[in-house]
T-cell receptor, first 111, second 114 residues
Framework: GDSVTQMEGPVTLSEEAFLTINCTYT??????LFWYVQYPGEGLQLLLK?????DKGSNKGFEATYRKETTSFHLEKGSVQVSDSAVYFC??????????FGKGTMLLVSP | ETGVTQSPTHLIKTRGQQVTLRCSSQ?????VSWYQQALGQGPQFIFQ???????GRGNFPPRFSGLQFPNYSSELNVNALELDDSALYLC?????????????FGNGTRLTVT
């Protein structure tokens, strides 16, 4: 079945540092890939998406590229802010089926 | 555009009781999915409704059941509550049409079973 593996957290960074959160997946066919963010006490917000190989999703300074050859969708940001502290979830979706999530990676950014 | 809203936000129940959680989908969306998120884990798919019928189910027992109404709102019912049912329950809506739209989530209902 489909599965998503994310790097374990927490990831602790200083403000303005470079961020990478690794995500790899296993799926049949050609899934769409997503990053969702969850702030404390809130639901999930879609951060970015990519629907086919070599697509790059981007939003709010975050980027991720759909790499079919390595089955990866790593999240990056050049300069993190304290307000980026949250839990980040990588997810995949095959067709109209539901989302399969990773376990989440907590990001803590200090001033 | 109205987002996904869930009620109540928090709920405390006793083991063996029954609970109903509610969800209003985002305007224009016709598909609703429910997820269970245990503390420190990623969301796990419970089931999905499209056109008032269940059209996908995860690895959850039959005591988890649901409904979708003509206005696309939805309910999640859990019977015979167990301590392990304590979790954040998330509702997500999407539009099933030509292009596959992303899921939009509500803020969830935090259920505590004592």
């Amino acid at each position: 079945g489909d599965s998503v593996t994310q790097m374990e957290g927490p990831v602790t960074l200083s403000e303005e540092a470079f961020l990478t959160i690794n995500c790899t997946y296993t799926a049949t066919g050609y899934p769409s890939l997503f990053w969702y963010v969850q702030y404390p006490g809130e639901g999930l917000q879609l951060l970015l998406k990519a629907t086919k190989a070599d697509d790059k999703g981007s939003n709010k300074g975050f980027e991720a590229t759909y790499r079919k050859e390595t089955t990866s969708f790593h999240l990056e940001k050049g300069s993190v802010q304290v307000s980026d502290s949250a839990v980040y979830f990588c997810a995949l979706r095959s067709g109209y089926s539901t989302l399969t999530f990773g376990k989440g990676t907590m990001l803590l950014v200090s001033p | 555009e109205t987002g996904v809203t869930q009620s109540p936000t928090h709920l405390i129940k006793t083991r063996g009781q029954q609970v109903t959680l509610r969800c209003s989908s985002q305007s224009g969306h016709n598909t609703v999915s429910w997820y269970q998120q245990a503390l420190g884990q990623g969301p796990q798919f419970i089931f999905q409704y499209y056109r008032e019928e269940e059209n996908g189910r995860g690895n959850f027992p039959p005591r988890f059941s649901g409904l979708q109404f003509p206005n696309y709102s939805s309910e999640l019912n859990v019977n015979a509550l167990e301590l392990d049912d304590s979790a954040l329950y998330l509702c997500a809506s999407s539009l099933r049409g030509g292009e596959i739209s992303p899921l939009h989530f509500g803020n969830g209902t935090r259920l505590t079973v004592t």
